[in-house]
């Protein structure tokens, strides 16, 4: 089996170790007849072509900082950011390798087979946020009036937000996706709902609440995802418990996963499952990846975007009375 962890030793570049890494995962697919491991290494090399060819980015960026300033006249009073990033490259092989894991036990549990190779790479190509941008809102204290309930204010001004974005985007060059879900948001204006996936009005099984939609960008020919959300969704998903305690219920999960397919009856779940196991026990400290450090697991100098994704969009809004320049 060939893993990402056994490339991250040698000092190289990250764009380096994905053109190693894909190239000997393609050989290896070709010589074990393996088409799971060619479409993860076909996918790969999108990562490679974003990194080396990623002036379409300055473009990208300025279309949605339009985005960005309309909100800044519209709703004056809001504080929010705006924040754009790159997936990390460990962060993708998780996501793939977990697509993976999780699309074979869902099939196997309520089929009681495992699903064909061509079910399985389509769950790699599925992936849309290899790109994906933040907006991050919060109403300042100082905008609220006696009786007034910052939450539902808050909620209601992110779903404005929400409603106006896909036409915004498309009247520059973009193009919303399908959610592919059937359970559609009520809370979502009846235009948009094919398009958002609301984790707000249903929040996943670790308490993460955001709306997400995907986008494909017709000038760069890529896709992005937006995520929206108020402050206080965006610290319980990076540093509450939808961050630590949906890690240690995804540790479970994986357990029950493992022991309901045993080893050596599916190779596309035992190779997925183990990149996966690979990579949550990684040492960070140890690893020798050019322009990245960590002392341990917690204090890490990302400067590649290895372990966090590459920011390429930080934008910041203060409400009025604090700060009225937008340009």
Do not use: W
């Not at 076909?42 to 339009?66: G, K, P, Y």
């Not at 955001?210 to 108020?230: A, G, K, P, Y």
């Amino acid at each position: 089996m060939i893993s990402l962890n056994n490339y991250l030793y040698d000092g190289n570049t990250i764009v380096k170790i994905l053109h190693i890494y894909s190239h000997d995962l393609k050989k290896y697919a070709i010589d074990t007849g393996n088409g799971v491991d060619l479409a993860h290494s076909n996918f790969l090399l999108q990562v490679i072509d974003l990194l080396e060819h990623n002036d379409f980015l300055t473009v990208q960026s300025q279309q949605i900082r339009e985005f960005y300033k309309y909100m800044a006249d519209k709703y004056p009073f809001l504080a929010f950011t705006f924040k754009g990033r790159i997936k990390s490259l460990i962060r993708l092989e998780e996501k793939i390798n977990g697509n993976i894991v999780e699309y074979i036990y869902d099939y196997y549990t309520e089929h009681g087979k495992y699903p064909t190779e061509t079910g399985i790479k389509e769950r790699i190509n599925r992936i849309r946020d290899l790109i994906a941008y933040r907006i991050v809102i919060s109403l300042p204290n100082c905008h609220l009036q006696p009786g007034d309930d910052c939450h539902e204010r808050e909620l209601k001004y992110l779903y404005e937000i929400a409603n106006a974005l896909p036409d915004f985007l498309e009247e520059r060059g973009f193009n919303a996706e399908l959610s592919g879900i059937d359970d559609y948001s009520m809370t979502i204006d009846e235009k948009s709902r094919p398009y958002y996936r609301d984790y707000i009005e249903k929040p996943n099984m670790y308490g993460y609440r955001s709306l997400h939609i995907s986008f494909f960008d017709n000038t760069s020919r890529s896709n992005i995802e937006v995520q929206l959300r108020t402050k206080e969704m965006d610290d319980y998903a990076e540093i509450g418990p939808a961050n630590h305690l949906g890690y240690e219920k995804r540790q479970e999960k994986e357990r029950v996963r493992r022991e309901k397919i045993p080893q050596g009856e599916n190779v596309f779940f035992d190779d997925a499952y183990n990149r996966v196991l690979m990579l949550q026990q990684l040492d960070l400290s140890k690893i020798n990846v050019n322009m990245f450090g960590a002392a341990d697991n917690n204090l890490i100098n990302d400067g590649c975007g290895l372990y966090r994704g590459r920011l390429i969009l930080p934008y910041e809004h203060l409400s009025r009375f604090q700060n009225d320049l937008i340009d």
